[in-house]
């Protein structure tokens, strides 16, 4: 014991006596420690393995594929893998990363790697393989920074499919936000046709998808279905797909252009009455509000059809003082989907006034011959029913989206979803700090388009009730 407290004294003064002098300084060459190690990828000094990937031979090293990789440790080292006695060892890829591996590998000999939107889900499957947890986490984050890109560079929806997969909820939600708040732009992506139909399935089960109309979205639904050149593949899609597209929301003209189609005369049978019934409920609106029985739910159109979007636009938002940045828009929301004027029917839509403090609340009233003011830094969206007439519950759904733009493209960077019971002792709904206001005042912020401030509210009336039956449940 005594031995062991004399060399820690010692060795503390040793490292206090270092520290007083001058001349002491730690030399760090770790550009030249690393190219050492990149020279030695794909070469034949001091090979002791060979990696066999599809066509493709690398000559390698174990002390680096071993001190990389828990797995390749495992694979080289124990007497239970066959592999630990070759010196040729053949790997089975997934075929799309074969063309990665090369990448893969020079990762382990450099620490660093060049990513790109279209490769880099197949680097994060070999990370995910061999156990490399630092390059699994550096996929994520390039993910996670890449999810809003161009259409044609776009690869959210591979990524969250492997998401759901593996379990990487961080990276899922970011992914599903993205896609469904623009739709648009991922119906236009590169593995918009490579969606696997549960996936699509559960898209057309959402509402919160932001999409022109219904149509726009079944001609795309269509091109993804008509994709495959298998005809008992086709069917298979189109027999999943058809009961979650909401027919009743597309007009008369909309729906006889599908029965013209060449997918519905070769498949007449699938779509069984579905056109038939949203036919039906064109023709039997009434202004009655309890006639308000419709089964599909609205999605958030912003097609002027629908009535259910109103573009709200401050320009110039950091030089706007907060005391003329009130953004105010009146809607008039339908209750039923009317394409087309129905004379005499009244009582068809509820009225709405919608406002949006995007610099701050801020509310000038007279008090005693003067001005007072209340204030604060949030933003504040209020919404209030201006019609009331009859003593029923009226649910409704509303959906905030504010644009950003990035790379020449426009694109939703920020969604807010609220559902309020609107009634006589209710007739006004408030929500506070739909978005930090200092994401938008930042002179690089990203909730911007150009210097102006752009958002969509959507408006949804989802079910009306009588006040009796809402006690009695």
Same mark, same amino acid.
């Given at each position: 014991?005594?031995?062991?407290?004399?060399?820690?004294?010692?060795?503390?003064?040793?490292? %206090?006596?270092?520290?007083?002098?001058?001349?002491?300084?730690?030399?760090?060459?770790?550009?030249?420690?690393?190219?050492?190690?990149?020279?030695?990828?794909?070469? /034949?000094?001091?090979?002791?393995?060979?990696?066999?990937?599809?066509?493709? @031979?690398?000559?390698?090293?174990?002390?680096?594929?071993? *001190?990389?990789?828990?797995?390749?440790?495992?694979?080289? %080292?124990?007497?239970?893998?066959?592999?630990?006695?070759?010196? /040729?060892? !053949?790997?089975?890829?997934?075929?799309? !990363?074969?063309?990665?591996?090369?990448?893969?590998?020079?990762?382990?000999?450099?620490?660093?790697?060049?990513?790109?939107? %279209?490769?880099?889900?197949?680097?994060?499957?070999?990370?995910?393989?061999?156990?490399?947890?630092?390059?699994?986490? *550096?996929?994520?984050?390039?993910?996670?920074?890449?999810?809003?890109?161009?259409?044609?560079?776009?690869?959210?929806?591979?990524?969250?499919?492997? =998401?759901?997969?593996?379990?990487?909820?961080?990276?899922?939600?970011?992914?599903?936000?993205?896609?469904?708040?623009?739709?648009?732009?991922?119906?236009?992506?590169?593995?918009?046709?490579?969606?696997? *139909? *549960?996936?699509?399935?559960?898209?057309?089960?959402?509402?919160?998808?932001?999409?022109?109309?219904?149509?726009?979205?079944?001609?795309?639904?269509? @091109?993804?279905?008509? =994709?495959?050149?298998?005809?008992?593949?086709?069917?298979?899609?189109?027999?999943?797909?058809?009961?979650?597209?909401?027919?009743?929301?597309?007009?008369?003209?909309?729906?006889?252009?599908?029965?013209?189609?060449?997918?519905?005369?070769?498949?007449?049978?699938?779509?069984?009455?579905?056109?038939?019934?949203?036919?039906?409920?064109?023709?039997?609106?009434?202004?009655?509000? +309890?006639?308000?029985?419709? /089964?599909?739910?609205?999605?958030?159109?912003?097609?002027?059809?629908?009535?259910?979007?109103?573009?709200?636009?401050?320009?110039?938002?950091?030089?706007?003082?907060?005391?003329?940045?009130?953004?105010?828009?009146?809607?008039?929301?339908?209750?039923?989907?009317?394409?087309?004027?129905?004379?005499?029917?009244?009582?068809?839509?509820?009225?709405?006034?919608? =406002?949006?403090?995007?610099?701050?609340?801020?509310?000038?009233?007279?008090?005693?011959? +003067?001005?007072?003011?209340?204030?604060?830094?949030?933003?504040?969206?209020?919404?209030?029913?201006?019609?009331?007439?009859?003593?029923?519950?009226?649910?409704?759904?509303?959906?905030?989206?504010?644009?950003?733009?990035?790379?020449?493209?426009?694109?939703?960077?920020?969604?807010?979803?609220?559902?309020?019971?609107? %009634?006589?002792?209710?007739?006004?709904?408030?929500?506070?700090?739909?978005?930090?206001?200092?994401?938008?005042?930042?002179?690089?912020?990203?909730?911007?388009?150009?210097?102006?401030?752009?958002?969509?509210?959507?408006?949804?009336?989802?079910?009306? @009730?009588?006040?009796?039956?809402?006690?009695?449940?």
């Amino acid at each position: 014991m005594a031995d062991t407290k004399k060399l820690g004294t010692e060795k503390g003064e040793e490292e %206090s006596e270092a520290k007083k002098d001058k001349t002491h300084a730690l030399i760090e060459d770790k550009d030249d420690f690393i190219h050492r190690f990149r020279t030695l990828y794909n070469s /034949e000094t001091f090979s002791d393995i060979v990696l066999v990937v599809g066509d493709n @031979r690398f000559f390698a090293h174990k002390i680096l594929l071993v *001190t990389a990789s828990e797995v390749f440790e495992a694979m080289l %080292s124990e007497a239970r893998w066959q592999e630990s006695n070759q010196n /040729e060892v !053949c790997l089975t890829e997934d075929e799309e !990363c074969v063309s990665v591996f090369p990448d893969f590998l020079k990762y382990i000999y450099s620490g660093s790697v060049e990513l790109t939107t %279209s490769m880099v889900h197949k680097l994060l499957i070999l990370a995910d393989k061999y156990g490399i947890h630092v390059l699994h986490k *550096t996929c994520i984050d390039y993910m996670s920074r890449h999810i809003v890109t161009s259409p044609d560079t776009n690869r959210t929806l591979t990524w969250y499919h492997y =998401a759901k997969v593996t379990n990487g909820q961080r990276l899922q939600e970011k992914c599903l936000a993205f896609i469904l708040s623009n739709f648009s732009i991922i119906q236009k992506a590169p593995d918009w046709l490579d969606l696997t *139909t *549960t996936v699509m399935v559960e898209f057309l089960q959402s509402s919160e998808i932001v999409v022109e109309s219904e149509y726009q979205l079944w001609i795309e639904v269509e @091109r993804w279905i008509k =994709a495959v050149e298998d005809p008992d593949i086709l069917l298979e899609k189109l027999k999943a797909v058809l009961p979650h597209v909401r027919f009743t929301m597309m007009t008369p003209a909309e729906l006889l252009k599908i029965e013209n189609s060449d997918l519905y005369t070769e498949n007449t049978e699938l779509f069984g009455n579905r056109l038939m019934k949203a036919y039906r409920g064109h023709s039997l609106h009434t202004s009655d509000l +309890m006639s308000h029985t419709r /089964e599909e739910p609205y999605r958030n159109y912003y097609h002027e059809l629908y009535g259910l979007c109103e573009h709200m636009k401050l320009r110039s938002y950091i030089d706007t003082p907060k005391t003329e940045s009130q953004l105010f828009v009146n809607m008039s929301v339908p209750i039923h989907l009317k394409p087309f004027p129905v004379e005499g029917v009244d009582g068809s839509s509820m009225s709405f006034e919608v =406002a949006f403090y995007p610099q701050g609340f801020y509310q000038a009233h007279p008090l005693y011959g +003067m001005y007072m003011s209340r204030q604060n830094d949030n933003t504040v969206l209020n919404i209030t029913r201006s019609s009331v007439s009859s003593q029923h519950i009226v649910n409704v759904e509303v959906t905030l989206v504010i644009y950003a733009y990035r790379d020449n493209m426009k694109y939703v960077a920020s969604s807010c979803r609220i559902s309020h019971k609107f %009634s006589n002792k209710s007739r006004h709904c408030k929500v506070e700090n739909v978005i930090n206001v200092e994401k938008l005042r930042s002179k690089k912020s990203t909730f911007l388009v150009g210097k102006n401030f752009e958002a969509k509210i959507f408006l949804k009336i989802q079910k009306i @009730r009588p006040e009796e039956k809402d006690k009695k449940e």
